[in-house]
Structure formats: C-alpha cells, structure tokens
C-alpha cells in the first residue's frame, strides 16, 4: 500500500510537473511570435532608415543643388511636396533659398508644427484627399521615398500631374553633376 501510495504521488508529482512545462512552453511560444513581430517591425524600421541615410548622403555629394535647373529637367515650374518628414522640412527649406515657393504640401498630418509655421503662401491637402490638377502644380515631389510605388499608385488615381520621388531627383541631380 505504501509503494502504491508512494507511485501515485510520484506519477501526481510528474503530471504536475509536465504540466507547468506545458504552461511555460505556451507561454514562451506565444511570446516568441511577439518577439518575432517585433524583430519584422524592426527590420523594416531598419530598411526605412537605411533609405534615407543613402538618400541623404546622395544629397550631400551632390553639393550645391541648383533646384530651378533640376526642375525645369523636368518641365516643373510650379511642384508640391508630398510628405513633410525630415526630407520633406529640408526640400522645402532648399527649395526656399531659391525662391521657389511649392504650391502645396500634402501630408497625412496637415496639421504638423513645421506645415502651419512655415505657409502663409503654400496651400496645405491632407494626403487622402488630393484634388491638384496640371493646372496647380506641374510635379508632386514625393519625400517617403521608402513608400514611393505606394503613394503614387494612390496619387496617380486623384491627380494628373507628375509624381517623382525626391530620390530620383537626386539621382537626376547627381548624374547632371558629372555630365
């Protein structure tokens, strides 16, 4: 009776024991797909800022950048600025100290500190709701360039003018510095 006693509690003890392992295990596992979805946020956060660092530095070997002459490359005279980011705040800052003033800035937050401080001339769109037509603005200058072939599929479908991501201007940029 003993021994049975005894084997019982043995097997009750290693149930019991089985099944914290069980709990734990389903524990780590659900924490190991939150770990994975953060590791998938990460990396891609990782890629976006990849994009700029290369962008910036393109920008930087460029040197001075005569924007007038970038775009009448091509045919603009008169551009918006899509995404008022950090790339966004320095193109239109550039595109300043030459006197060229974008007609509009299309941004998901039109309501930022940097859009209301710096347009007493420049017309603000919230970027779903874009209604600019060749007549307004020549070409869309497209600032996330990470999310370029997104925007301008959006875009192309509310709009008629040009979409070009800041990217490639700058590539445009590059390529007339060494012709």
């Known amino acids: 009776m003993k021994k049975n006693k005894r084997s ?3 097997i009750f003890f290693a149930v019991f024991v089985l099944l914290i392992e069980a709990y734990r295990n389903k524990k780590l596992m659900k924490n190991a797909g939150f ?3 953060k590791v998938g946020q990460l990396q891609g956060k990782k890629e976006r800022l990849d994009t700029y660092y290369d962008l910036l530095v393109n920008w930087i070997k460029c040197g001075k950048i005569i924007w007038a002459d970038i775009l009448n490359t091509y045919g603009a005279g008169r551009v918006a600025i899509y995404g008022m980011g950090e790339l966004g705040e320095l193109l239109y800052d550039a595109l300043s100290k030459e006197n060229i003033i974008p007609e509009y800035i299309i941004d998901t937050n039109p309501n930022s500190y940097y859009v209301i401080k710096h347009n007493s001339e420049t017309k603000i ?3 779903s709701n874009v209604d600019i037509t060749k ?3 020549d070409m869309i200058i497209v600032t996330p360039v990470f999310q ?3 925007i301008k599929d959006n875009l192309s ?3 008629d003018c040009t979409i070009v991501s800041l990217k490639e201007i700058l590539e445009v940029a590059e390529s007339e510095r060494y012709s």
């Open 135 to 137: 007549k307004d603005v």
């Open 35 to 37: 770990l994975e979805k």
């Open 148 to 150: 370029f072939d997104t």
């Open 125 to 127: 769109l919230a970027g």
């Open 8 to 10: 019982m509690t043995m």
């Open 157 to 159: 479908g509310q709009t």
